[in-house]
Structure formats: C-alpha cells, structure tokens
C-alpha cells in the first residue's frame, strides 16, 4: 500500500476505534508518526545513489558514479517495511472487534470484512519478490 492508503486506514481506525482513554489511541498516533517518517526517508534515501548526484541525470556516466546494490538493498529494505506496516494495519483492529459486546458470531463477521485485506498481502508479497527476484 502506498503511504497515503496507510495513513487513511490509521485515520479510520482512530475515528471508529479511539476512545478518549484508550491506549490504541497511543498505538494510532505512534503508527502515524512511524508512516510519515516512512514517507519522508524513502523519498529522500534514493537521492544518495549517485555521486555527485547530477550523474544520475547522465545516462553514459551512470555506471561510474551510481551504486546499484545501494539501489537494490534500498527496494528490499523499503518493500520489507512496506510489508511490516501492512501486517500490522490487518492485525491492529482485531483486538478492539474481540472487545465489542455482541454474539461471537457477529465479531466474527465483522472481523472478517476488517481482515478481508488480508486477500491483498500474500499478492502485494509475491508481486514484490518477483520484482526483487528478477532486479539481481
């Protein structure tokens, strides 16, 4: 998912979820700051596989100036954490649905459609794995 995706979800879940004493409230806003400082570090890191950086711009001097294993180890670094942060967006609203007073059956069904994401991770994983796979 893309950082803006995740920090709507953190959104959402603060809106449905939050209580004015509850310690997820804490959980959402460490998970919001964790996405932004996700966002801004991987936008910058790329910025650092050339130097002097203007060589990027130079497709001829590229292979002189450019780390491509920097460049490499970044994508695994960035789609692990990618992965990490999806994981626990599916995890996080389970606790709070576990606690809700209604039948079981019915916390069952609405943790269901919350985990109905789930579908998506095995697919964004091996999607991303083929893409590192055929990179080296």
């Known amino acids: 998912m893309t950082g803006a995706i995740r920090i709507s979800i953190l959104f959402f879940y603060y809106r449905v979820f939050v209580t004015p004493q509850a310690r997820l409230k804490l959980v959402i806003q460490a998970l919001l700051a964790l996405q932004i400082v996700y966002l ?30 920097y460049y490499y180890h970044l994508q695994v670094a960035l789609y692990s954490t990618s992965m990490a942060f999806d994981i626990i967006l599916l995890i996080l609203p389970l606790y709070p649905v576990w606690k809700l007073q209604m039948p079981v059956k019915r916390r069952l069904s609405v943790a269901f459609v919350f985990m109905l994401g789930a579908a998506y991770v095995p697919l964004h994983v091996s999607a991303k794995l083929i893409q590192i796979l055929t990179q080296s």
Request: hydrophobic share 45%.
């Open 40 to 69: 801004v570090v991987y936008s910058v890191l790329p910025a650092f596989m050339c130097r002097p950086l203007y060589k990027a711009w130079h497709p001829l001097e590229r292979e002189l100036y450019c780390n491509d294993w």
